[in-house]
């Protein structure tokens, strides 16, 4: 069975710092990743995948992040914080053979000024 | 293009009483899914389908109905309200290449049961 877990409840990081939600996974088959931001009230929106290739997948407003396979894991990151990151960020994860997506509990950013 | 479009964006219901989610998308994506959201506990898969008439369980389905009978709509039925059924409910759509992307989510609909 699929699964994620999202280790932190809370990230807490200064503006201008460099910051990282963990996240691993377990799949039975070759694993598609993805992270997702949810902001107040919203629904969530993509911010990127791991399908296959480079370990190191750039997605939007300058996040990044590292596909290890031997560790299973996907943490994200961003070198250099903002205070408009602040949101709650999920991490999910799809066994390439089939259709579910299943999610992490989510992570709550918090970047102080 | 509105993308997943849910209806209502509220309700409040009373213990035992009815209602269905309203979910459509107008992107033709072949597979869409019911989610719900509880502090603290992310987004557990609630049904998903893969196509008009074909429909499956999630992870937490007990409470629940679902029906495909258009690519572009995917009703959530609830037939006796329950206050632990009190939660965010999210739809989303996935195209019908598996690998290609991410999935679209809705603005979400705030279910209290009182």
């Known amino acids: 069975a699929q699964s994620v877990a999202q280790p932190e409840d809370q990230v807490n990081v200064a503006e201008g710092n460099p910051l990282t939600v963990k996240c691993t996974y377990s799949?039975?088959?070759?694993?598609?990743l993805f992270w997702y931001v949810q902001y107040p009230n919203r629904g969530l929106q993509f911010l990127l995948k791991y399908i296959t290739g480079d370990n190191l997948v750039k997605g939007s407003y300058g996040f990044e992040a590292e596909f290890n396979k031997s560790q299973t894991s996907f943490h994200l990151k961003k070198p250099s914080a903002l205070v408009s990151d602040s949101a709650l960020y999920f991490c999910?994860?799809?066994?390439?053979?089939?259709?579910?997506?299943?999610f992490g509990a989510g992570t709550r950013l918090f970047v102080k000024a | 293009n509105a993308g997943v479009t849910q209806t209502p964006k509220f309700r409040i219901l009373k213990i035992g009483q009815s209602m269905t989610l309203q979910c459509a998308q107008d992107?033709?994506?072949?597979?869409m899914y019911w989610y719900r959201q509880d502090p603290g506990m992310g987004l557990k898969l609630i049904y998903y389908s893969v196509g008009a008439g074909i429909t499956d369980k999630g992870e937490v389905p007990n409470g629940y109905n679902v029906s495909r009978s258009t690519t572009e709509d995917f009703p959530l039925r609830l037939e006796l309200a329950a206050p632990s059924q009190t939660s965010v409910y999210f739809c989303?759509?996935?195209?019908?290449?598996?690998?290609?992307?991410?999935?679209?989510f809705g603005q979400g609909t705030r279910l209290t049961v009182v």
């Open positions: 989303a759509s996935l195209p019908g290449d598996r690998e290609a992307t991410e999935a679209f």
């Open positions: 799949v039975s088959g070759n694993p598609y």
């Open positions: 999910a994860v799809r066994d390439g053979e089939g259709f579910k997506t299943i």
């Open positions: 992107m033709n994506h072949n597979y």
